[in-house]
């Protein structure tokens, strides 16, 4: 069957048709406007910004996604939008824009959690995935480790007690002058520096945990920066992002290998904007193959924000029967 796929949730408006079913997965149209251009001129996502420009974009683009994949309206057997977490407002546009086009044309609605979706681009880019695995959701808003028990069925065993590590990555790069969103250009930066050259907390909990802490390794960053600068000094910003990537691929790298321990789990996902991170998929790539452990990475182009992934987890939510109704909302939180 054909998913029309929806995402709003923060600075991407995106419209993907797949087709799924028992044995098949396939991207037949996948479109995503960025709205980063917009957003680099205030360091961040402005979210009144983004609800706008989601306004101005999401009809454009599903029609587009629904025209490269040569279908219409009427063979769309489910649409699924990114219901929570994310940008309210942001939300909102997805959420209330797939409601409508699923009572005009009578098409069965599903509610998706982007953190699931994101973990579901796996599932296209690697067609024989099947439940149980474990997975970790590293994003700009997120970090997080789940087994995934079934398709639906997502337990999270560890996760980050306050910043995402996208969000400490991007904070970070801001501080040091590179453009909106820093993630990409430090990872780029960080093959130029020591990184061993600064010493920086550890970002995972000590204890017998899963969990993650970002904002004292952020601190200890800004600290850095600004230690130097009332010293009048000038930092090696290569040596930082160096070091600072260090610091988060060493933890992230600590904690999976403990979930791979706890769970015996055989396979590992690695999904969300941050597993771009080419210095991270490296090191986890590597825990996996010291530990016999499948590593699954979506390709670059489905790491980010995409409605194909939302199309995917939807899929499976349309086959336990999860529908929703015009009653549906957006939330912020999980
Ligand atoms: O999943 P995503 O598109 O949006 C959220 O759901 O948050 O993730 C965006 C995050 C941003 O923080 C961005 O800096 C980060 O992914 N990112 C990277 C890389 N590419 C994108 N972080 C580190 N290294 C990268 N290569
Ligand atoms: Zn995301």
Redesign the pocket.
């Known amino acids: 069957m054909f998913i029309l796929g929806i995402e709003s949730?923060?600075d991407?408006t995106s419209a993907a048709v797949v087709e799924m079913s028992d044995g098949k997965r396939e991207i037949k149209a996948n479109i995503v406007a960025s709205q980063i251009e917009v957003h680099r001129l205030y360091g961040g996502v402005v979210p009144e910004i983004a609800s706008r420009a989601h306004i101005e974009t999401i009809s454009k683009i599903t029609y587009e996604a629904l025209d490269t994949a040569g279908i219409t309206l009427s063979d769309v057997g489910a649409i699924g939008v990114t219901a929570f977490p994310g940008l309210i407002g942001a939300l909102l546009v997805g959420v209330n824009f797939a409601k409508s086009l699923a009572y005009a044309n009578g098409i069965p609605l599903v509610a998706v959690n982007?953190v699931h979706g994101?973990v579901s681009a796996a599932l296209l880019s690697e067609p024989s995935l099947a439940p149980p695995f474990l997975a970790l959701v590293v994003?700009?808003?997120?970090t997080s480790i789940y087994k995934v028990n079934s398709y639906t069925d997502y337990e999270e065993i560890g996760s980050t007690r306050d910043d995402?590590v996208?969000?400490s990555?991007?904070k970070v790069?801001r501080v040091i002058g590179l453009p909106y969103?820093?993630?990409?250009a430090?990872?780029k930066l960080a093959y130029e520096g020591d990184k061993k050259a600064i010493s920086l907390p550890s970002p995972a909990i000590v204890g017998d945990n899963l969990d993650f802490s970002f904002s004292g390794l952020k601190t200890a960053a800004l600290n850095y920066i600004n230690q130097a600068e009332q010293k009048g000094e000038e930092i090696n910003k290569a040596d930082l992002a160096a070091s600072y990537t260090y610091a988060v691929t060493r933890a992230i790298s600590k904690k999976i290998s403990a979930a791979i321990e706890q769970t015996g789990m055989k396979t590992l996902v690695m999904a969300?904007?941050?597993a771009?991170?080419?210095h991270?998929r490296k090191a986890v790539g590597d825990v996996c193959g010291a530990k016999k452990v499948r590593f699954v990475c979506p390709p670059l182009s489905l790491?980010?924000?995409n409605a194909a992934m939302i199309a995917a987890a939807a899929y499976h939510e349309f086959e336990k029967g999860n529908f929703a109704d015009t009653s549906l909302n957006a939330s912020a939180t999980e």
């Open positions: 949730s923060c991407e982007h994101h994003s700009g808003g997120h995402a996208g969000e990555f991007d790069g969103p820093g993630g990409a430090l990872d969300g904007g941050v771009a991170n080419s991270l790491c980010g924000d």
